[in-house]
C-alpha cells in the first residue's frame, strides 16, 4: 500500500521561504509522477507543480519562478522549495502521485491515485 506524508508547513511572513517535504513509502517502481496540490478555505484545489520519473517538472503560472519541485530517490522523498511567499500562497499543501498512466504533464487533480494528508502553509502580510 503507497503511503504519502507530508511535513514542513508553517507560518511565515510575506517574501520568506518554506521547504516541504513528502516521504513516499510503499512503492518500488520505476514508472511515476508526482505532484503538489495546495487548497485554501472556499476554493477548489489547485494544481501548483509536477515531476515525473525522469526528473522533468512543469508549473502552475502562479507559481512559475518561486517554487521548484524536487525529489531525492534515494530518499523516496519529493520536495517543493517556496520562495517569495505571498499572502495567497496561504493554503494546505498536499502530495499527489500516480503510477503508470501516460497523462503527465498534469495538475488535473483525478489524475493522482494517492493523496498525503496535507501540511499547512500560512504566509502573513
Known amino acids: 500500500q503507497v503511503q504519502l506524508v507530508e511535513s514542513g508547513g508553517g507560518s511565515v511572513q510575506a517574501g520568506g521561504s518554506l521547504r516541504l517535504s513528502c516521504a513516499v513509502f510503499g512503492y518500488t517502481g520505476s514508472s511515476y509522477y508526482m505532484a503538489w496540490f495546495r487548497q485554501a478555505p472556499g476554493k477548489e484545489r489547485e494544481g501548483v507543480a509536477t515531476i515525473n520519473s525522469d526528473g522533468s517538472t512543469s508549473y502552475a503560472d502562479s507559481v512559475k519562478g518561486r517554487f521548484t519541485i524536487s525529489q531525492d530517490n534515494a530518499k523516496n522523498t519529493l520536495y517543493l522549495q517556496m520562495n517569495s511567499l505571498k499572502p495567497e500562497d496561504t493554503a494546505m499543501y498536499y502530495c499527489?502521485?500516480?503510477?503508470?498512466?501516460?497523462?503527465?504533464?498534469?495538475?488535473?487533480?483525478?489524475?493522482?491515485?494517492?493523496w498525503g494528508q496535507g501540511t499547512q502553509v500560512n504566509v502573513s502580510s
Open positions: 499527489a502521485a500516480n503510477y503508470g498512466g501516460s497523462w503527465w504533464p498534469t495538475l488535473l487533480p483525478e489524475r493522482f491515485g494517492y
